[in-house]
Every structure is written in structure tokens, then in C-alpha cells.
């Protein structure tokens, strides 16, 4: 038996994977984001490890025999988030995340003051990353740098309190702009271009490898052996291409959950900054991935409930009960979903989200459908930048809450004209990959374990619909450079 613990933003989930490959069960706990000023996005990481007790409690009461019997133990995560700890392992400060955009004029230092950046990282300096979050505190609160000690990933700080070890894998380090990407490790060139050293960094094992072991203390408190390992584990979009079996190049997935992903497999490092897509390590040896990301994806629907009082299953049942979809498309509003900023394709923290074209006729469904629209629309002009990049797929597996809604599959099957697969279990995401790198840790072989679940829907582009929404697709981009900077 196997346990998957995928340290989200707004949830900690926790799997249960037999050796048959079967879920045998998931428990979670919900987190909150603190947002102290304007741009910010923090988290207690003491509320990580409160949500994994819970969520471990959960499981164990559920299935007492399967919980008992784990002997491996993967771990997945929010990337680029950083934890600051004194020589003491004591937390310095809230957790600065993926998604907060206070380093936007530190991105321009840290260009500048590592030339190279971009042909060791492979990437754009953004404010989501972790190394221009380190320039900020370096400048704002200057006491508490000094006292650095160890930076660590959120997910590697979870594997801190499993197991005392100081240990990442490629594929989360790569998002941090310290990782030699090509090269597996930590660039000394670019730590120390933030005023870091290799000594303040965790150790690096690939995500299928051992990290170290459970805790004894920790194993008994749990009812677990006490020879339990836990694997380097991977950010949560390469657990999630481990969990639907994206291993070899060319295969790919759409990630719609917090944020939307656009995740394509390589066989080499091709890095492609001038479109702001991630050339990042995958999480197999040998293997890297190309990426595009919004920073608000499932998470506008969620934005839109909460704005109407509703909930996305009342929502998405009176958009599809609409009787003339054409109509709709017709009369909907625009939706730019950048209520968080956007990565992919213009790296603007600034960018707002905006609802254009509402009219006295405007129905709360035509609102419902330009949110999902939008979303899908973000994700085309990140499959176009996936493609500047070199990168071509004809099918994307989709993962995450928002597979759950076969509208919205099909919507993006249209707006980027691909085919959209659906997998069965495919909610589970970065967990149930998670899981997967733990039994590849405590014996298994990637053949066995890596297969694709089973396909439980499949989504073809209708090229008519495509060819309705090309108009609205141009009036998207447009109305985005009209405002940008506004």
C-alpha cells in the first residue's frame, strides 16, 4: 500500500494506492490564504502539517488495514513557494506562495544581476517564482534574511516533519530560478546572485528515489512500520502527469485546478523563455517538460459562486440546461481571468480580471459561460506559446476539480481544437501521482506503475463550434493589450 500526500493551496489530500493500482480511498483538509496587502499571497506552513494530520486521521478511521499496511510514501506540492528557517529549523516568516506578485521589480534585478539566467534556468524571471520572493525579503526585511538558514519548497518543508531530512527533487527545484535545469542541480552562479549559498539549499534526489524514512516516532504515532519510505516526491503538475501516465515525450495534460496548466513531455531540455513557457525537470530521470501556466483557472469559477451565491454544480447544470448554445455564445460577456495576474503568455502581475460587454439582458448562465470561456481561452494562448516552442499535440488528457464537468471539457476541446481526454480518477491529480512515486521509492518499476487509468470520457473538437468561437478568441486577446497597463 501506498500514500500520496499532494499539498495544494487550498486543500491537503491524502491517497491511498493498492498494488493493483487502485484508489482505495482519499481523505483531505481545506486550507486558507492570508492576503496582508495588495499582491500577496501567504500561508502558515504549521497549517500544512495541521491539514496532513487531520487528513491522515481521516484515512486511517476510514480504511484502518489499508492505512496500516503503507510502505511507501510520495509527496506532491505547490511550487515555488518559499519557507524561510532559522539554524534552529524554527519558521522565520508566513510562507510566501506560487501566486503572490510582490517581486515584480526584484524579477528585474535578479535579470540583470544573473546574466545568464536564462540559459541555466530557462526561464523568465516572474514574481511567482521562489528566487526574486528571496531578493524581496533580502530588501524589505533585511533582519530576517540574515537568519536564513534554509530555503525550503512548501512540500519539502511537509518532508522535514516525515522524515528530519532537508531533501527536493528536480522537478519542484526547477521552479525556484537556483536550479542548473539541464544539469539536474543548484547553480552556485545563480544562488549567489540572490546572496544565497548551496549550504542554505536542500539536498537534490530525483522524485522515484528515497529522500529517507518515516520518522520512528512519527511511524508509531501512525500505526505504520517503522521502515516506511518516503520518495523526493514532485511540484504537483509532474506528480500529476505520473498519476495519468504522461512519461514519455509528447504525451500531455491540461491541469484545471487553482491554476491552469498546460503540461507537454520532453526527452531533452528546450527551454523557450521569450514566451514565458516553463522549461522545467520532469519527474523521471531523463526527462524534462515544457509548460505554460495561468495563475487563475478553477479557481475563477470558484471566484464567481462566491460572487453570486451559488455553487459550480447549480451553476454548470443551468448553463448546460440552456437551450440554444449558440445563442449564448452569441450574447455572453468577455471574461479576462487574470484575477490573480498571468504567467503564460504576457508574465504580467498586474493583469486584472475583467467581465466586458454585460448588458441589461445578461443572464447569470451567460456569466457562468464567460467565465469558462475565458479560462479556456487562456488556455489556447498557452497551447499557441506551447507551439512557438516547438511543441505540437493532437490529444491532452484533463486532470484536476475541473474534469469533473464535461461542458467545460468540451469547451476547451473546442477553443484550442484538440482532443480532450478525461481519466477515470483524474480528480485525484498531484495525490494520486504522489502515490505513485512512492511505490516507484519503495520497489516498483515505471512500466508497471505509470500506465494511463482508464479513459472514462473523450472530448473530439467540433469544428464548427471552433470556428464560432475563432471571433470571440481575437476580441479576447484584443480587449487584454488594449488594457494592459490601463
Same mark, same amino acid.
Given at each position: 500500500?501506498?500514500? $500520496? =500526500?499532494? @499539498?495544494?493551496?487550498?486543500?491537503?489530500?491524502?491517497? +491511498? &494506492? #493498492? !498494488?493493483?493500482?487502485? %484508489?482505495?480511498?482519499? /481523505?483531505?483538509?481545506?486550507?486558507?490564504?492570508?492576503?496582508?496587502?495588495?499582491?500577496?499571497?501567504?500561508?502558515?506552513?504549521?497549517?500544512?502539517?495541521?491539514?496532513?494530520?487531520?487528513?491522515?486521521?481521516?484515512?486511517?478511521?476510514?480504511?484502518?488495514?489499508?492505512?496500516?499496511?503503507?510502505? $511507501? =510514501?510520495? @509527496?506532491?506540492?505547490?511550487?515555488?513557494?518559499?519557507? +524561510? &528557517? #532559522? !539554524?534552529?529549523?524554527? %519558521?522565520?516568516?508566513? /510562507?510566501?506562495?506560487?501566486?503572490?506578485?510582490?517581486?515584480?521589480?526584484?524579477?528585474?534585478?535578479?535579470?540583470?544581476?544573473?546574466?545568464?539566467?536564462?540559459?541555466?534556468?530557462?526561464?523568465?524571471?516572474?514574481?511567482?517564482?521562489?528566487?526574486?520572493?528571496?531578493?524581496?525579503?533580502?530588501?524589505?526585511?533585511?533582519?530576517?534574511?540574515?537568519?536564513?538558514?534554509?530555503? +525550503? &519548497?512548501?512540500?519539502?518543508?511537509?518532508?522535514?516533519?516525515?522524515?528530519?531530512?532537508?531533501?527536493?527533487?528536480?522537478?519542484?527545484?526547477?521552479?525556484?530560478?537556483?536550479?542548473?535545469?539541464?544539469?539536474?542541480?543548484?547553480?552556485?552562479?545563480?544562488?549567489?546572485?540572490?546572496?544565497?549559498?548551496?549550504?542554505?539549499?536542500?539536498?537534490?534526489?530525483?522524485?522515484?528515489?528515497?529522500?529517507?524514512?518515516?520518522?520512528?516516532?512519527?511511524?508509531?504515532?501512525?500505526?505504520?512500520?517503522?521502515?516506511?519510505?518516503?520518495?523526493?516526491?514532485?511540484?504537483?503538475?509532474?506528480?500529476?502527469?505520473?498519476?495519468?501516465?504522461?512519461?514519455?515525450?509528447?504525451?500531455?495534460?491540461?491541469?484545471?485546478?487553482?491554476?491552469?496548466?498546460?503540461?507537454?513531455?520532453?526527452?531533452?531540455?528546450?527551454?523557450?523563455?521569450?514566451?514565458?513557457?516553463?522549461?522545467?525537470?520532469?519527474?523521471?530521470?531523463?526527462?524534462?517538460?515544457?509548460?505554460?501556466?495561468?495563475?487563475?483557472?478553477?479557481?475563477?469559477?470558484?471566484?464567481?459562486?462566491?460572487?453570486?451565491?451559488?455553487?459550480?454544480?447549480?451553476?454548470?447544470?443551468?448553463?448546460?440546461?440552456?437551450?440554444?448554445?449558440?445563442?449564448?455564445?452569441?450574447?455572453?460577456?468577455?471574461?479576462?481571468?487574470?484575477?490573480?495576474?498571468?504567467?503564460?503568455?504576457?508574465?504580467?502581475?498586474?493583469?486584472?480580471?475583467?467581465?466586458?460587454?454585460?448588458?441589461?439582458?445578461?443572464?447569470?448562465?451567460?456569466?457562468?459561460?464567460?467565465?469558462?470561456?475565458?479560462?479556456?481561452?487562456?488556455?489556447?494562448?498557452?497551447?499557441?506559446?506551447?507551439?512557438?516552442?516547438?511543441?505540437?499535440?493532437?490529444?491532452?488528457?484533463?486532470?484536476?476539480?475541473?474534469?469533473?464537468?464535461?461542458?467545460?471539457?468540451?469547451?476547451?476541446?473546442?477553443?484550442?481544437?484538440?482532443?480532450?481526454?478525461?481519466?477515470?480518477?483524474?480528480?485525484?491529480?498531484?495525490?494520486?501521482?504522489?502515490?505513485?512515486?512512492?511505490?516507484?521509492?519503495?520497489?516498483?518499476?515505471?512500466?508497471?506503475?505509470?500506465?494511463?487509468?482508464?479513459?472514462?470520457?473523450?472530448?473530439?473538437?467540433?469544428?464548427?463550434?471552433?470556428?464560432?468561437?475563432?471571433?470571440?478568441?481575437?476580441?479576447?486577446?484584443?480587449?487584454?493589450?488594449?488594457?494592459?497597463?490601463?
Amino acid at each position: 500500500m501506498f500514500l $500520496g =500526500i499532494d @499539498l495544494g493551496t487550498s486543500e491537503v489530500k491524502l491517497l +491511498l &494506492l #493498492d !498494488d493493483t493500482r487502485r %484508489i482505495v480511498g482519499t /481523505a483531505g483538509s481545506a486550507l486558507t490564504l492570508q492576503s496582508p496587502q495588495p499582491l500577496w499571497s501567504e500561508q502558515d506552513p504549521m497549517a500544512w502539517w495541521q491539514a496532513t494530520e487531520a487528513a491522515v486521521a481521516q484515512l486511517r478511521t476510514a480504511h484502518p488495514a489499508a492505512f496500516a499496511a503503507v510502505r $511507501g =510514501i510520495g @509527496l506532491s506540492g505547490q511550487m515555488h513557494g518559499a519557507v +524561510l &528557517l #532559522d !539554524d534552529s529549523d524554527a %519558521i522565520l516568516r508566513p /510562507a510566501i506562495l506560487w501566486n503572490d506578485g510582490r517581486s515584480h521589480a526584484e524579477c528585474a534585478e535578479l535579470t540583470t544581476g544573473a546574466p545568464r539566467l536564462l540559459d541555466i534556468a530557462g526561464n523568465l524571471a516572474m514574481p511567482g517564482f521562489t528566487a526574486p520572493k528571496l531578493l524581496w525579503v533580502r530588501k524589505h526585511e533585511p533582519d530576517i534574511f540574515k537568519r536564513i538558514a534554509s530555503v +525550503l &519548497l512548501p512540500k519539502d518543508w511537509l518532508r522535514l516533519q516525515l522524515t528530519g531530512a532537508k531533501v527536493s527533487d528536480p522537478s519542484d527545484a526547477a521552479g525556484t530560478l537556483w536550479l542548473d535545469v539541464a544539469r539536474r542541480d543548484w547553480s552556485d552562479e545563480l544562488l549567489a546572485a540572490t546572496g544565497l549559498s548551496r549550504a542554505q539549499m536542500p539536498r537534490v534526489v530525483e522524485s522515484n528515489e528515497i529522500s529517507g524514512l518515516l520518522k520512528p516516532e512519527l511511524a508509531a504515532a501512525w500505526g505504520l512500520c517503522p521502515e516506511v519510505v518516503v520518495a523526493g516526491g514532485a511540484g504537483d503538475n509532474a506528480a500529476s502527469a505520473i498519476g495519468i501516465g504522461a512519461t514519455q515525450p509528447g504525451d500531455g495534460f491540461i491541469s484545471l485546478g487553482t491554476s491552469g496548466v498546460l503540461f507537454v513531455v520532453n526527452d531533452r531540455y528546450r527551454p523557450n523563455p521569450a514566451s514565458a513557457v516553463h522549461a522545467f525537470c520532469h519527474a523521471l530521470p531523463q526527462r524534462w517538460h515544457q509548460m505554460s501556466v495561468m495563475l487563475s483557472a478553477a479557481s475563477c469559477l470558484r471566484w464567481f459562486c462566491t460572487l453570486v451565491g451559488s455553487d459550480e454544480a447549480a451553476l454548470l447544470d443551468e448553463l448546460s440546461s440552456t437551450s440554444d448554445d449558440n445563442a449564448v455564445i452569441e450574447r455572453a460577456p468577455l471574461f479576462l481571468p487574470y484575477l490573480a495576474g498571468e504567467r503564460t503568455p504576457h508574465n504580467d502581475p498586474f493583469a486584472p480580471g475583467v467581465f466586458h460587454g454585460l448588458k441589461t439582458a445578461t443572464t447569470r448562465a451567460d456569466c457562468t459561460y464567460a467565465v469558462l470561456e475565458g479560462v479556456a481561452f487562456g488556455l489556447a494562448d498557452g497551447l499557441d506559446a506551447l507551439r512557438a516552442a516547438g511543441t505540437e499535440v493532437c490529444t491532452l488528457s484533463l486532470v484536476g476539480g475541473g474534469a469533473r464537468s464535461a461542458y467545460w471539457a468540451q469547451l476547451i476541446a473546442d477553443s484550442l481544437h484538440v482532443e480532450i481526454v478525461v481519466h477515470s480518477g483524474s480528480e485525484a491529480g498531484g495525490a494520486l501521482g504522489a502515490a505513485r512515486l512512492g511505490w516507484l521509492a519503495a520497489d516498483g518499476d515505471v512500466d508497471r506503475v505509470c500506465t494511463r487509468p482508464p479513459v472514462a470520457a473523450r472530448h473530439a473538437a467540433n469544428p464548427e463550434r471552433h470556428a464560432r468561437l475563432a471571433p470571440r478568441l481575437a476580441r479576447f486577446r484584443d480587449l487584454y493589450q488594449r488594457l494592459r497597463g490601463a
